[in-house]
């Protein structure tokens, strides 16, 4: 009887703190990985229980964030970025913010910064070795004969790196010469895949495929290096940092604009910006903490950072992402046939 | 209270739950798109020639498989030979395979650097390989049922009146078959046309499915209106094929056979037929199979099983078997009432079809437009999962309603038996064996359906598929490797699903009545 009493006691209580606890809905895309352990603490030391909700890659989120903006389905947004901000801006879908600004550290506007990384070109090491082809010292290098059939690139209209490589090279040459640029790659033989992972799993050389060049991000190579079992020495891809094939991916935070729990949502901001989750996000996302003075762990030296990119600001993004990728998809897929 | 009362209050929870997840979900989106379709929508080649390779994929697909299943589907009904009933059964095997599985193992046989050492990345052949591995079987079986109708002494009496084999075929066997296989090339032209999963994963850029161009317009350009256009156009076309496969199921239900033909023992250069038909058999039905499989031990070759010691596989494991099974259960529950009100009734068989024909990626969306504050809870999900797995249930146990012999309940009535003794004497044990292949289909797509992935989705749902799709969102080969591994035991669960249901006792008869 009195077991009874007592578990009957502890049950209640456990019923009355689980619905006594906030829940705070923190929408995401499908690369979240912020470690459990800390999540958890996060959790107790707020009295909050998080409901992570994945929404697909950044591009899926933001439209579905938008489709839901009359009963919208989160209260913070962690995963859009520079590619995306402009559209979730112009859709009013979010609550802009006044972000802390630290000088040096990469922003997005309309949202507070969390984290960043570059899209750019990758090689297979081993095949330029064996082919004994000296690597391309330019994209239009990427136009020649000698390099026809060797570069798999993601698109635009349903991949971020893919968007994210496109607006590299607009940004770098200006639209009519970017446009001219992706005609002369589609007579050279350029693959386009759906996404990252069927350009890196199906057609990269490194995996099987037949294409010996990647869009991948900066720190593929030392993902590569992290992810073997035998712990490489070096890595079997580096970067290929061509002028006007880098851009730079700034991710962030946001409030969902009619979501609730404010307090909690900027209380969970801070803490993907506290030292704890930004020392944890360049192994599990493979990204770059923002803020400065984060010691990175030692695999990274594998993975060349660029010292310069071309990247159009998020208003010129916001403005012509649209139209540019509809002028891409008519060059490139739809008179390629 | 009539037949009609009855059979209308059996029919009012599949009803109500096809109007709430896949009517009105669609509905609401075309509400979105407000109507907004692009002028050139139609006229855009590029759009015609999505359309076309539709149509054309789809009409290859069938016409291959009835060319290929129909031989094949002889030798197997007319010869004997060791190992026959285990080919008969493991003939659905790659139905229930989760289409990522199909997908890899047709990557790892065709793709670059492919097992067989042909590369057919970015040809139409992938397409259609992977078409056949999914539906051949299909046809191999309705074939083998409709040729199991004839009876023995009727082809007898065709040899006894000096009938070449050949010519028996055309003149007593072809006619006998023909329903049958209509039937089943509807459903293969349905799986293909509609299909997203596999044209997603083995079309490239050039030989996507119109459903994959749907996923494009909502997911990435936010196109609603064009996108449903495009969903009601497909509806249009997938909607008669399905009633008109409806009609023809319902003239298919036949009395149990009295004498059917017996296989016998191959002679001479019979003996070729039969090895020629089996092996056409392992090369689009095994071999993609087999190619996951050694794929995997190549992965355990090199990374042993430490890949597999991981909090997040035993999760995904476990979370995979537990809405398989809530799923399935839930799909037992809507496809008995269904099958059971569509009785005699063709509208309600062809509604069956309902969650196959209107496309999942609207379906998805609209879902998620129409009730947001459940969107990410699990009994949403779930439901989701049971509205693409139940209509196998209906499906296969309407047809195995119209083969029960009328008078035989009759019968026992009259000798006194109560309703209830009647069901589980008479009625039941000639259901099961439908029933349980019904339970089989939906397990596997409970357990690999691709569609789903579409949907918001919690870290602490992680399925097998999901988990997959996750390891290879990262580059080295550590996650590749996984990967694979994640898949090989993927295909392994359908399997055991597979035989816990499907497989059945001594007593059950091998071969009863199935799409």
Redesign the interface.
Known sequence: MQLFKTTSLISALLLAGLSHAAEL?VLTH???AVAKPLLAQFEQQNGVKL??????DA??MV??L???R????ADVVYGIDNTMMGKAAAAGVLLPEPAERKPGQPQLPGATSIDYGYVTLNYDKAWFAKKQLPLPKTLDDLTRPAYKDLLVVE?P??SSPGLAFLLSTISAMGETKAMAFWAKLRDNGV????G??EA????FSR????RPIVV??AT?PA??V????EKLSTSP?ANLLLPGAVFQQVEGAALVKGGQQAALARKFIAFLRSDAVQKDIPTSM?MYPVQPGIALDPVFQHAEKPAAHSTPDQQQIAANS?GWVGKWTRIV??SG? | MSERGRRAGLALLPLAFLLLMSILPLLRLLQ?GQGAVSADLFTD??LQ?RVLWSLLQAAASSVAALLIGLPVAWCLARYRFPGRSLSLRLLMLPFVMPTLVAAMGV?ALF???GLLGV?L??TPWLLLYGNLFFNLPLVIRAACEGLAQLPASRIAAARTLGATPWRVFWRVEWPAVRPWLLSALCLVFLYCFSGFGLA?LLG???YATVEVEIY?LV????KLADAGALALLMLLVTGAIATLYAWLERRLAAPLKVDPVLPRRPQGMEWLQLAAALAMLLLFAGLPLLAVLWRALQALA??GFSLLHDEEVLLALGNSARFSAMAVLLAALLGWLHALAARGSLWLRALAFLPFVVSPVCVA?GL??LY??W??SLPLLLASYALLAYPFVARSLAGALDSLPRHWPQAARSLGASPLRVFARVEWPLLRPAFRRGLAFAAATALGEFAVT?F????EWLTLTTLI??R??????????S?MLLACLLMLLALLAFLIIEWPSAAERPLRKES
């Open positions: 809905r499908s690369s979240f409901n992570i909700i994945k929404a697909g591009g899926e439209n579905k938008i489709l839901t009359a009963n919208p389905i698109n209209a349903t693959k386009v895949s759906k990252w992972t890196y799993y199906t057609d995996n099987g495929g037949a991948s991000y593929s993902a590569e992290f992810y073997s079992k891809t493979w649209a897929l739809k046939q | 979105e080649p590029y020639w990557l793709g670059p650097q590369n990345q970015d997603l490239g850029q050039r494009q997911s990435y350009e936010l090199v990374s969306f998620l437009l947001p504050q969107s990410a579409l918001l989705s919690r870290p799709y996750q290879l969102g990262r580059p080295g080969a550590d996650n590749a490797a990967a």
